[in-house]
C-alpha cells in the first residue's frame, strides 16, 4: 500500500489512468487522472465551482495555476486567455506531465509547466488561480501563498477556492492581515470564492 498524497513529490503508487470529459463553459474538456495526484478520476466540486464563479483573468501577461495538479484550471486559463502564457506550477512530477498531456489532448499550446524551483525569479504574474493544497497544513499552505503571492503585479489578482469548514473565513482574514487584502467573491456547495490584491 502507498503513503502518496497528492503533495508527494514524486508518486511511488502504481499508475491507474482514468480519461474523462467535463462540460465547462468554455466547451468540453478532456481530462486524464491518474493516482497520486489530486482529484482522481472526476472533477473536484472546489475546482468545478472556481471554474464557473471566477472573473474574467487577463488577456495577456502571465497567469500562474498554483498546484495546477492535472491541469483543469490551467487549461481554462488558456482556453480564456490565449495570448496569455499560463505557468502551471506544482511539487508533484506525475501532476505536471499529466497536465502536458492534458493541455496536448485539449490542443492548448499557451501553457508552460514547471517544478515549482523550476520557475524563473523574474516571472511576475498578472492573475494567481488555485485550488490550494488545504491537507498540506496551516503552516505550510501560508509559506506557499507567502512565496507566490509577492509575485503577484500590482493590478493583478489571486482568485482561490477554499472549503468553507476547511477554513477559508480564518484563511481571508490572515491573508488580509498579511498585506493582500482578500474579499469574498462568492459561495457554492460549502465553497468560498477569495480574492487576494497586493496592498
Not at 112 to 134: G, H, K, R, Y
Request: aromatic letters at 6%; one cysteine or more; a positive charge.
Amino acid at each position: 500500500m502507498s503513503n502518496d498524497h497528492y503533495f508527494t513529490e514524486r508518486p511511488s503508487s502504481p499508475t491507474r489512468p482514468i480519461t474523462f470529459k467535463v462540460a465547462t463553459p468554455d466547451g468540453t474538456m478532456q481530462l486524464t487522472t491518474d493516482r497520486g495526484v489530486f482529484s482522481h478520476g472526476a472533477l473536484d466540486t472546489g475546482t468545478k465551482v472556481l471554474l464557473l464563479k471566477a472573473p474574467s483573468p487577463p488577456p495577456s501577461g502571465n497567469l500562474l495555476d498554483l498546484g495546477c495538479g492535472a491541469g483543469p484550471i490551467a487549461i481554462t486559463l488558456a482556453r480564456r486567455s490565449p495570448k496569455a502564457t499560463v505557468w502551471a506550477v506544482d511539487i508533484n512530477a506525475r501532476a505536471l506531465r499529466l497536465c502536458r498531456e492534458n493541455a496536448r489532448a485539449n490542443e492548448i499550446t499557451n501553457i508552460q509547466t514547471c517544478l515549482v524551483e523550476e520557475m524563473p525569479d523574474d516571472v511576475v504574474f498578472d492573475a494567481i488561480w488555485s485550488n490550494p493544497p488545504i491537507h498540506i497544513g496551516k503552516p505550510a499552505m501560508h509559506a506557499m501563498l507567502l512565496q507566490w503571492l509577492p509575485r503577484l503585479t500590482r493590478p493583478g489578482e489571486a482568485i482561490m477556492v477554499v472549503q468553507r469548514h476547511l477554513g477559508s473565513d480564518s484563511l481571508q482574514a490572515w491573508l488580509t492581515g498579511q498585506g493582500f487584502p482578500t474579499t469574498r467573491l462568492g459561495s457554492a456547495k460549502g465553497y468560498r470564492l477569495l480574492r487576494s490584491t497586493r496592498a
